[in-house]
């Protein structure tokens, strides 16, 4: 597995002017607004994990049929506020760190990340609604609520 990795990191490493398209050189004000979007990341984070076990921030759960999965909907704390704090974190950081590139390739990457997790985030309401449905039976109006706003 590691040559195979060794590689592709060579291969990379080989095409990386036209992945990363054009250096628009370093702009101290982009890096002064990416270290705030860096701080609301790194500030997310502590508030997900504290409601979150090693095990479920691992996705372990996900992987087990026989795993004790929770099922009850996380609306306490930061799941009160946002859905997926853990992808709002990685979006966020993601811009920060486009803008401390400052790299044509790395904006099209953060760009192109939105859809993606929007999807991914689509994709996880589905099943958390199924499951709770299979589960107990039934969902509430309460839980039916929290994925509409």
Not at 40 to 53: A, F, G, K, N, T
Not at 57 to 76: C, H, N, Q, V, Y
Request: glycine share 10%; with cysteine; net charge positive.
């Amino acid at each position: 597995m590691v040559p195979v990795l060794v590689l592709f990191g060579g291969l990379l490493f080989r095409a990386r002017g036209p992945l990363l398209g054009t250096d628009l050189g370093t702009n101290w004000t982009l890096v002064g607004v990416a270290l705030a979007f860096y701080a609301v990341s790194i500030s997310l984070e502590p508030l997900y994990r504290r409601q979150l076990s090693v095990m479920t921030l691992l996705g372990i759960p996900e992987l087990s049929r026989t795993s004790g999965r929770r099922d009850t909907l996380l609306t306490e704390g930061v799941y009160r506020l946002v859905r997926h704090p853990r992808y709002l974190s990685a979006a966020v950081g993601g811009i920060g760190y486009a803008l401390i590139v400052n790299y044509v390739g790395v904006y099209v990457v953060a760009l192109a990340a939105f859809p993606t997790l929007f999807a991914i985030a689509a994709l996880e309401e589905r099943e958390l609604i199924d499951r709770l449905e299979r589960n107990t039976g039934h969902i509430s109006e309460k839980c039916l609520d929290s994925f509409r706003d």
